[in-house]
């Protein structure tokens, strides 16, 4: 921890207008909260998956050869796309022919194919102190032998949070993912269990600064499980605490 604030110190202080007038170290809470959901992978529908579904809907095919004749694609390409139609419900047998489900009408209409994926887990990291969760690389998170004392703006009723909203736990998944928004998206459509698990402290460090150019007193705060500094601390601390810095430091 020491080199790290080492070399955050060189870098705030290459402007010889800023000097550090306090340094700090201290822990915020974060929650491990452990998800399931289910996703789907949302695609822009192709031309030949459009095509068979608008053949259903007008006409009667009661097999797969009868759409390979009208459509004129290889009769083993059709039966793998009706195989794979009829496993997501976008179509049914009824009455020995193939029918579109309102599931496949809302899908054709909307030029959109939705494929349920199996479900999945995820680690998510929840901050009282941002009331939010974090978007975490978990190739981050060390541990540490000797912590230092506890923030002292500590949302206490926010720390004993177990239950979340879904669409924030939606939210803070999608985010975790990362996959940019292209031809093919998978979403997380639904949660399907959450598990609060224990609470990790995980060490901040705090530098207050003089620009002594400007004469205005600051703060940066080093975020360690983020590896970035964090706006939302400074912010919170700004807003605490600046009338007290250029009292004693100015």
């Known amino acids: 921890m020491s080199k790290l604030q080492q070399r955050l110190m060189r870098e705030l202080q290459q402007n010889r207008n800023i000097k550090i007038v306090k340094t700090d170290e201290w822990c915020i809470p974060i929650r491990t909260?452990?998800?399931?959901?289910?996703?789907?992978?949302?695609?822009?529908?192709?031309?030949?998956?459009?095509?068979?579904?608008?053949?259903?809907?007008?006409?009667?095919?009661?097999?797969?050869?009868?759409?390979?004749?009208?459509l004129?694609?290889?009769?083993?390409?059709?039966?793998?796309l009706v195989s794979k139609m009829s496993r997501v419900?976008?179509?049914?047998?009824?009455?020995?022919?193939?029918?579109?489900?309102?599931?496949?009408?809302?899908?054709l209409e909307r030029g959109i194919?939705?494929?349920?994926?199996?479900?999945?887990?995820?680690n998510l990291y929840y901050s009282p102190c941002h009331l939010a969760f974090l978007t975490v690389d978990e190739g981050n998170i060390e541990e540490y032998d000797d912590l230092p004392e506890l923030y002292r703006y500590v949302d206490e009723e926010a720390e004993k949070q177990e239950q979340f909203d879904e669409a924030v736990l939606i939210e803070a998944l999608q985010q975790e993912d990362g996959?940019?928004?292209?031809?093919?998206?998978?979403?997380?459509?639904?949660?399907?269990?959450?598990?609060?698990?224990?609470?990790?402290?995980?060490?901040c460090l705090e530098?207050?600064?003089?620009?002594?150019?400007?004469?205005?007193?600051?703060?940066?705060?080093?975020?360690?499980?983020?590896n970035q500094w964090d706006p939302h601390l400074e912010q919170q601390l700004t807003e605490k605490e600046q009338l007290e810095w250029r009292k004693q430091y100015l």
């Open 207 to 226: 530098f207050v600064l003089h620009d002594k150019e400007q004469d205005i007193v600051f703060v940066r705060v080093w975020n360690t499980l983020l």
């Open 33 to 70: 909260v452990e998800a399931s959901y289910e996703p789907v992978r949302r695609s822009t529908m192709d031309v030949l998956m459009t095509m068979l579904l608008i053949s259903v809907q007008e006409a009667d095919f009661a097999n797969a050869q009868d759409l390979s004749e009208l």
């Open 179 to 203: 996959e940019e928004a292209g031809a093919s998206q998978k979403i997380v459509a639904k949660i399907v269990q959450t598990d609060a698990k224990q609470i990790n402290d995980s060490p």
């Open 89 to 107: 419900s976008l179509i049914e047998q009824e009455e020995g022919f193939y029918r579109l489900t309102s599931k496949g009408q809302q899908q």
């Open 72 to 80: 004129l694609v290889d009769p083993l390409f059709i039966e793998d």
């Open 113 to 122: 194919f939705e494929e349920e994926l199996e479900v999945e887990m995820a």
